[in-house]
């Protein structure tokens, strides 16, 4: 008889939430515990591995689990190793899977977390039914999962698919954080959106804006949002050159992939309209003819808090 559970695991920087998720993309019980309280990964494995028997056990018994799926920062589905990542406390290359399947008894399969958020989309979001597009999270950072097919690109060695890392000003961009200059990562990010407010508020001394009311330094993609929707012009403009750059890239993407929509997830999405409009405009105004207007722009359509948990528990679905 075919096991009616997975379970969906989200690995995050500060907290890792586990859920047991049903057929149907239900997460029925769910708990979380902090991911950098233990220095040495064998003792957060053991923390996790009593938190997942402690949720199987509120819903079901362990025979009737099909498999554990793992969303992870640097995540390699090929190896089932998390590799130098870094928001995280373990260092160097972590067999993960293998680990966590010793403790626990039950197959593991891993991937990185926009992948995670792309195979959440394709099971049990907007992507039902979609063969070929492109999810892209918009967080910290820029995440990327690519479907073509149906299939989840992972390239040669599990990471494929890093478009936040495509380069988009070749001269005088900003330093990302993963040592390059001129990333989309370091434009249309949360972290961006707020770098390119205070390269406004220095190079605009005499502009009013209640931006102004926040040390500089302190300010955040929410305060800009915030400041937008009570109409201030200045924030309307970071969004608006936010969502040019991300249509700018989008345009280079859709020559590559032809997606049939690119998913937008994350914090930033909450930007709704905001962010949108300028994203569709340029995308259209940059596009190569053959492709303009074929391509939807779509919000996810898995609760943010649920989103990554149930990315992850798909992967649980194809172990074998």
């Known amino acids: 008889m075919d096991k009616p559970y997975v379970v969906g695991i989200d690995v995050g920087g500060t907290n890792t939430v586990v859920g047991i998720v049903d057929k149907r993309g239900q997460i029925l019980t769910s708990g979380s515990i902090k991911t950098a309280k233990h220095a040495v990964v064998e003792d957060y494995l053991d923390e996790l591995t009593e938190l997942i028997n402690k949720l199987i056990g509120e819903v079901t018994t362990k025979d009737q689990i099909k498999g554990i799926g793992a969303g992870t920062p640097n995540g390699n589905y090929f190896s089932g190793s998390i590799e130098f990542a870094p928001n995280l406390p373990w260092k160097g290359v972590i067999p993960f899977a293998q680990m966590l399947e010793e403790r626990v008894g039950i197959p593991v399969a891993l991937t990185n977390d926009a992948n995670a958020a792309a195979i959440g989309e394709m099971t049990y979001g907007a992507a039902r ?30 990471f494929a698919g890093e478009l936040g890392h495509v380069i988009m000003r070749r001269n005088n961009g900003r330093m990302c954080g993963c040592g390059r200059t001129g990333c989309l990562e370091a434009y249309s990010s949360a972290t961006g959106v707020a770098r390119t407010a205070r390269e406004y508020l220095e190079l605009r001394p005499e502009a009013h804006t209640r931006l102004r009311n926040i040390p500089i330094e302190e300010i955040t993609s929410k305060d800009v949002f915030d400041a937008a929707m009570a109409g201030d012009e200045m924030a309307k403009e970071i969004f608006r050159f936010t969502g040019e750059i991300l249509g700018e890239a989008f345009a280079d993407f859709v020559a590559f992939s032809s ?30 003819a053959i492709f303009r207007n074929k391509v939807q722009l779509l919000f996810s359509e898995l609760k943010e808090s649920d989103a990554a948990v149930l990315g992850a528990s798909a992967l649980g679905w194809e172990v074998k």
Not at 268 to 283: F, Q, T
């Open 259 to 288: 997606p049939e929509a690119i998913i937008l997830f994350g914090g930033l999405a909450k930007a709704g309209d905001l962010i949108m409009n300028p994203i569709r405009e340029a995308m259209e105004k940059n596009m190569l």
């Open 129 to 158: 039914g979609m063969k070929d597009f492109i999810v892209i999270t918009l967080g910290t950072g820029v995440g990327s999962g690519v479907v073509v097919n149906g299939q989840l690109v992972y390239g040669h060695d599990g």
